[in-house]
C-alpha cells in the first residue's frame, strides 16, 4: 500500500471514529396530514403573509393608515350632525363601522395577493411542497385575524383620542375587538372563494359595490329610523348593521344578546355557504398554477 493510500485509510478511520463520537440530534417528522403538522404549516404561511404585508407600503396604508384618516376625516365633518340628530354620540357608531369597513378592504387586499401568487406559479410551487395541504388556506385567514386585531386596535386607539369609551367594562371591550375579527374572517371566506374563479378586475368592481353599500346602508351613521321605511328592515338586517349594533351595546350601552347572535348567524352562514367553494376553489387554483 502506497503512502497515499495509508494516509486515506487513516484519514477516514479518524473521520469515522470521530463521527461516532459526536451525538447528532435526533431528526422528527410530522405526518404531512396531521394536525400537528397543519398547526404549524399554517403558522409559518401565516408569518410568510404578515411578512410580505409589512414590507408593502401600499399593504400599509391600505389597512391601516387609511381606517384611522377616515374616522378622523367622519369625525369632523359629521361627528356634530350625526350627534345632533340621534341624541347619541356618533363617535361610537363611526368607530364600530370602521373596524368592519377595514376588515372587508383588508380582505381584498389579501385576495389580489392571492391571484398574484396563483398567477406567479407560487401557489403551485408551494402545492408541491410536503406541507399539509390546508395550511395554504387556514395560514391565510389567521394572518386576516390578526391584521383585523391590529387595525381594530388602531382605529380604537384614535376613537379614544376623539371621545370613544368603553363604558361597559373590560369584558365587554374583548369582546367587542372580537367582533371585527370574526366578521373579517366570515369575508375572506366570502372574497377567497370569488377570487378562486373571478379574472381580472371583476373581484375588485364586485367587492367594491358590495362593500360600499354595505358602507352607506347600515346603522353605524345615523339611526334605523333615518332611512326610508320601506328600506329601514334591510338596513336594520344586514350584517354589518347587526355588528355595529353589537359593538354599540359593548362599548356606550343597549341591547347586546339580539345584534350579537344575529351577527353570529350572519358570520356562521356565509362560511356554511362558501367555505366549500373557497377550499376547493383553492386546490384547484394551486394545482392549475403548478
Known amino acids: 500500500m502506497s503512502i497515499v493510500e495509508t ?33 404549524v404549516h399554517s403558522w409559518i404561511q401565516c408569518k410568510r403573509l404578515l411578512t410580505g404585508w409589512m414590507r408593502d407600503p401600499a399593504t400599509t396604508i391600505q389597512t391601516i393608515v387609511y381606517p384611522a384618516l377616515t374616522l378622523l376625516m367622519f369625525w369632523i365633518v359629521l361627528d356634530d350632525s350625526i350627534t345632533s340628530f340621534s341624541g347619541k354620540p356618533a363617535i361610537y357608531g363611526t368607530v364600530s363601522m370602521l373596524t368592519l369597513i377595514a376588515a372587508m378592504t383588508g380582505a381584498v387586499v389579501s385576495a389580489l395577493g392571492f391571484k398574484t401568487e396563483k398567477a406567479t406559479g407560487l401557489l403551485g410551487r408551494l402545492w408541491t411542497l410536503p406541507i399539509h395541504r ?57 372574497v377567497t372563494a370569488l377570487a378562486t374563479v373571478s379574472e381580472g378586475p371583476l373581484l375588485v ?47 356606550y350601552g343597549g341591547p347586546v344578546a339580539e345584534p350579537l347572535i344575529d351577527t353570529l348567524l350572519w358570520v356562521g352562514g356565509v362560511i356554511l355557504v362558501f367555505g366549500y367553494p373557497a377550499v376547493r376553489g383553492y386546490q384547484k387554483a394551486a394545482e392549475k398554477s403548478g
Open 134 to 190: 390546508a395550511a395554504g388556506l387556514t395560514g391565510r385567514l389567521m394572518a386576516e385575524a390578526i391584521r383585523v386585531l391590529v387595525t381594530t386596535l388602531i382605529v380604537i386607539a384614535v376613537g379614544f383620542c376623539i371621545g370613544f369609551r368603553f363604558d361597559q367594562g373590560p369584558l365587554a371591550a374583548l369582546g367587542l375587538i372580537g367582533i371585527p375579527i370574526l366578521f373579517g374572517i366570515g369575508f375572506a371566506v366570502f
Open 205 to 251: 368592481q364586485i367587492v367594491g359595490l358590495l362593500t360600499n353599500l354595505l358602507l352607506f346602508f347600515n346603522s353605524g351613521f345615523v339611526l334605523i329610523e333615518a332611512y326610508p321605511t320601506w328600506l329601514q328592515s334591510t338596513v336594520e338586517n344586514q350584517p354589518m348593521s347587526c355588528a355595529i349594533e353589537a359593538m354599540k351595546g359593548l362599548s
Open 7 to 39: 494516509s486515506a485509510v487513516a484519514s477516514s478511520e479518524q473521520f469515522a471514529s470521530t463521527a461516532t463520537a459526536i451525538d447528532l440530534p435526533e431528526v422528527t417528522t410530522r405526518p404531512e396530514r396531521s394536525l400537528a403538522a397543519w398547526a
